[in-house]
């Protein structure tokens, strides 16, 4: 059982660009979240989605869209990244009996 | 939203020492969890704890909900335990909100 993977690991991007950062897991749980985690800051939650079909805005949308087709997929989307974007980015899910989130390693993403 | 404070920001222990971290919150909350960051940046669940006490191992949790806090008991430290523990709490809306955490470092 892998639980949630991300990928890349780790990416350096020119600004203007186009970068989707993936997320998968394998526990079937409904819903899914993402962070970016900054320094002093802690986590600060962008999108999240309560069920396969369905998305919600966090506490830091701008600039970043979701989508979830399936139960199992999240991916992130910088349509156009700039450097303020640059942070590293946590995927998580939640078991729905607990709510216990469970998260993937991270995507430390450079914005030039 | 609701609004939380962890404290102390910082704490440096000796290894075998007891220390207690804090997580207060502005509000009724139906969803809080520790969290413990190791120093590689994997975050690990320690507690789903709304209210009421658990222990696992060293660790303990303990919230009170009337009174808006929970904290985070850790015995005998050993240097394992150094990282940023977090505390996210969620109301009514279910969307978690981290405090900023506490940076702890156990020295040898």
């Known amino acids: 059982i892998a639980g949630i993977t991300q990928a890349p690991t780790s990416q350096i991007l020119a600004a203007g660009r186009r970068m989707t950062l993936r997320c998968t897991q394998d526990?079937?749980?409904?819903?899914m979240y993402w962070y970016r985690q900054d320094l002093g800051l802690g986590l600060r939650l962008i999108h999240y989605?309560?069920?396969?079909?369905?998305?919600g805005k966090g506490e830091v949308p701008d600039g970043y869209s979701v989508s979830r087709a399936n139960t199992d997929d999240f991916p992130l989307t910088l349509a156009s990244a700039v450097p303020s974007q640059t942070s590293v980015y946590f995927c998580?899910?939640?078991?729905?009996?607990?709510?216990?989130?469970?998260f993937g390693p991270g995507t430390r993403l450079t914005v030039l | 939203g609701i609004q939380v404070e962890q404290s102390p920001p910082d704490l440096i222990l000796q290894e075998g020492a007891n220390s207690t971290l804090r997580c207060n919150f502005s509000d009724s909350v139906n969803n809080l969890q520790w969290f413990h960051q190791n120093p590689w940046g994997q975050l690990i669940n320690l507690f789903y704890i709304p209210s009421g006490t658990k222990q696992n191992g060293r660790l303990s949790a303990t919230t009170v909900a009337t009174e808006r806090y929970s904290l985070l008991y850790i015995s005998s430290s050993q240097t394992t335990d150094s990282g940023v523990y977090f505390c996210a709490v969620a109301g009514g809306s279910y969307i978690p909100t981290f405090g900023r955490g506490t940076s702890l470092i156990v020295h040898p």
């Open positions: 989605s309560n069920t396969a079909g369905t998305t």
């Open positions: 998580a899910s939640s078991d729905e009996y607990t709510d216990t989130q469970y």
């Open positions: 526990m079937r749980h409904n819903a």
